[in-house]
């Protein structure tokens, strides 16, 4: 009889193929469970590992802002989710984002590999029998057999937000005419594709998108959106200068055709290495497909657009992280459990997969026996997972991205222009005494 595993993980997006990854690399038995065929969520399409469901970005790839920062820890530590992205990504400026479906691909295929990782395509309806930790990292769309464990583990009830996505247009079917290629102040290689609208233009898309027809909320959903990610319709009703200030904001994107700036712009990043599919940036939405095809049409070059994919709404589920989990993401009462991704609070591609990679590397200290740690606030890592730590008096906690702003801040006396070369500095010569001082390695870094 074969061995049985030494951790569990529930889950096969972004987070637990981290955590499945780096702990089969240190030589722990794994098994994966993940529902896809059999069952799938009602935003997940593919029966791939690691699906991107919303958007194909990874965000901004620069050290200079938070997320890059965290992409950089990362690649310190062997991120698998990190060196796939690298593989499989198309040009976007300054952000790093994939073909998604090269992406899901090139993940499947080395877990399906990895000789120590044991992918058990089922739906887990009872927790795991046995001994070894369990790391739950079900995604923000986790099935309701395994959000009723989780609720009866935390002993809390849980909350929960709405998650938009943006469509997806093929470029063969855009009017380029009017259409023109720019990055924001002229970074990078004109890796966006821009559609320019002047005041009338804009006036009419405003009054249309307004006037649009909305898909009805499922019985388990309500419209608490998070702020990161609203829908167009919804900024849209916070005044007409929400969007030209937000998504469709024009700055820095002047028309090389008369060297002006438009009124607004909205702009299209590749989806795929192929270049024939095009994500509409920003514009994720609740709107009916036929109000979709009524209202973005009306936008200069998507006249006659084909939706790839159209716009959709889902619900994302976490947990109230501050009262239910540890300091090293574990339920409290329940400390064999460790809750990883977007079910732990953090929100984004980029820390749901160091989240679960940072829980997976706790729960390989549980099974050496060896103390469980967090990275320093200084480090874009310990200053994301600082935003979970227990509070019993924290007040309404909602998922957040990582950002400067969760940072240990620097001393009180430093200027304002120095702030972020401050933390930069710190943030790395933190980490790197962090990663030396507890003989934590990773082989792989950034090219």
């Known amino acids: ?207 249309a998108l307004l006037e649009a027809d909305q898909a009805p909320a499922r019985d388990f959903e309500d419209r608490n959106f998070f702020e990161g990610c609203l829908p167009i319709e919804v900024m849209a009703r916070r005044g007409p200068r929400t969007l030209t200030f937000g998504p469709m904001k024009p700055v820095g994107l002047e028309n090389p055709a008369d060297g002006r700036r438009p009124y607004a712009v909205v702009q299209l990043r590749r989806e795929n290495q192929a270049g024939t599919l095009w994500n509409m940036v920003g514009f994720q939405t609740r709107l009916t497909r036929p109000a979709q095809d009524r209202v973005f049409r009306l936008i200069p070059g998507l006249e006659s657009a084909e939706f790839a994919r159209y716009g959709a709404i889902h619900r994302n589920s976490y947990l109230d992280a501050p009262r239910v989990l540890d300091d090293y993401q574990r339920i409290r009462g329940a400390e064999r459990f460790f809750v990883a991704g977007q079910l732990s609070g953090v929100e984004g591609y980029v820390e749901s997969a160091a989240q679960g990679l940072w829980a997976a590397e706790n729960a390989l200290r549980t099974l050496g026996s060896r103390p469980l740690l967090r990275p320093p606030d200084s480090t874009a890592l310990g200053a994301l997972l600082g935003h979970l730590r227990p509070d019993e008096a924290r007040k309404n906690f909602g998922p957040s991205n990582v950002n400067f702003g969760l940072f240990r801040p620097p001393p009180p006396d430093t200027p304002k222009a120095r702030r972020t070369e401050r933390l930069l500095a710190a943030a790395r010569m933190d980490f790197g005494f962090f990663l030396k001082a507890n003989q934590i390695e990773g082989e792989y870094h950034h090219a």
């Not at 927790?127 to 395994?146: F, I, K, N, Q, R």
């Open 1 to 207: 009889m074969s061995p049985g595993p030494e951790l569990e993980v529930v889950g096969g997006g972004l987070a637990g193929c981290e955590a499945a990854w780096r702990a089969a690399q240190a030589g722990r038995r794994v098994r994966l469970w993940e529902m896809k065929p059999g069952r799938f969520s009602p935003a997940h399409r593919r029966p791939g590992l690691a699906e991107l469901v919303c958007s194909n970005s990874f965000r901004a790839d620069r050290p200079e802002n938070a997320v890059g920062l965290l992409k950089e820890e990362m690649r310190r530590l062997s991120s698998l989710i990190m060196r796939v992205a690298e593989q499989t990504r198309v040009p976007a400026g300054g952000a790093l984002a994939v073909d998604r479906e090269l992406f899901s691909r090139e993940v499947t295929r080395l877990i399906e590999a990895h000789p120590l990782i044991e992918l058990r395509r089922e739906e887990l309806t009872a927790w795991p029998e046995g001994p070894a930790p369990v790391l739950v990292a079900g995604g923000p769309l986790a099935s309701e057999a395994l959000t009723d464990l989780l609720a009866g583990l935390a002993g809390a009830p849980q909350l929960h937000f709405y998650d938009a996505l943006a469509p997806i247009v093929s470029r063969d079917s855009l009017d380029l005419s009017g259409i023109y290629q720019a990055n924001r102040y002229g970074k990078g290689e004109g890796d966006y594709l821009n559609c320019p609208l002047n005041k009338a233009d804009f006036d009419l898309f405003l009054q």
